[in-house]
């Protein structure tokens, strides 16, 4: 059984350029949710994708979007990088929408923005 | 509006003592909460979660958390710590929302050796 994995590990971008994230669900899973981790801070829910169709979004603006891929796989796009979107961006599959299930995260995407 | 408070920033036990990291939620409705630790340069791991039913849960590693509705809190315990444990923990919520599950600001637990 193969863990989730995100891609790339570190990224460094400038303020205003745009940046793609991306992410292989655990086998077997087909929810994706994606979370903003400041330095600091609690994991901040950015949104979730179920079989491709995004379902629930958190407090972030229309430049954060996404996509998943029928083999669940996902992206996060991130349009005109503001200093503020350096962060860690995880991403966590779950095998549904139920909100009991626990999530299983990747080891993170490291963004610095200058 | 949801949330849930981690009220230590850090905590300190021994070697081989009991230990104890708070959280406390404010919802309305029953909520799910959850328990996870995450290493340094990693991802979280899931711990343990509550569903309903026995108020003590057990989870990985020998931890376990208490349920209390009418103090709405969920405490992580383990009767001897391990200095293994150090590490980030963070509490959680999920009522099945637009906003999904919830996260605390975490709680660093560093057991001395």
């Known amino acids: 059984e193969t863990g989730v994995t995100q891609s790339p590990t570190h990224l460094i971008k400038t303020r205003g350029q745009q940046v793609t994230l991306r992410c292989s669900s655990q086998s077997g899973h087909n929810t994706v949710s994606w979370y903003q981790q400041a330095l600091g801070q609690g994991p901040q829910f950015i949104f979730q994708?179920?079989?491709?169709?995004?379902?629930g979004r958190g407090n972030f603006p229309p430049r954060f979007s996404g996509l998943q891929f029928p083999n669940y796989s996902s992206e996060l796009n991130v349009n005109a990088l503001e200093l503020d979107d350096s962060a860690l961006y995880l991403c966590?599959?779950?095998?549904?929408?139920?909100?009991?299930?626990?999530?299983?995260f990747g080891p993170g995407t490291r963004l610095t923005v200058l | 509006a949801q949330s849930v408070a981690q009220p230590e920033d850090q905590v300190n036990v021994a070697e081989g003592n009991p230990l104890t990291v708070k959280c406390t939620y404010s919802v309305s409705g029953n909520p799910y909460l959850f328990w996870y630790v995450q290493y340094p340069n990693r991802g979280l791991q899931f711990l343990l979660k509550?569903?309903?039913?026995?108020?003590l849960v057990k989870g990985s590693y020998g931890f376990e958390a208490e349920f209390n509705k009418s103090q709405t809190s969920f405490h992580l315990k383990k009767p001897s710590a391990l200095v293994s444990d150090s590490a980030l923990y963070f509490c959680a919520v999920n009522m099945n929302r637009d906003d999904k599950i919830i996260f605390g600001k975490g709680t660093r637990l560093h057991i001395l050796p």
């Open positions: 509550y569903i309903t039913g026995d108020n």
């Open positions: 966590a599959s779950s095998p549904g929408l139920a909100a009991y299930n626990e999530q299983f």
């Open positions: 994708y179920y079989r491709e169709e995004e379902n």
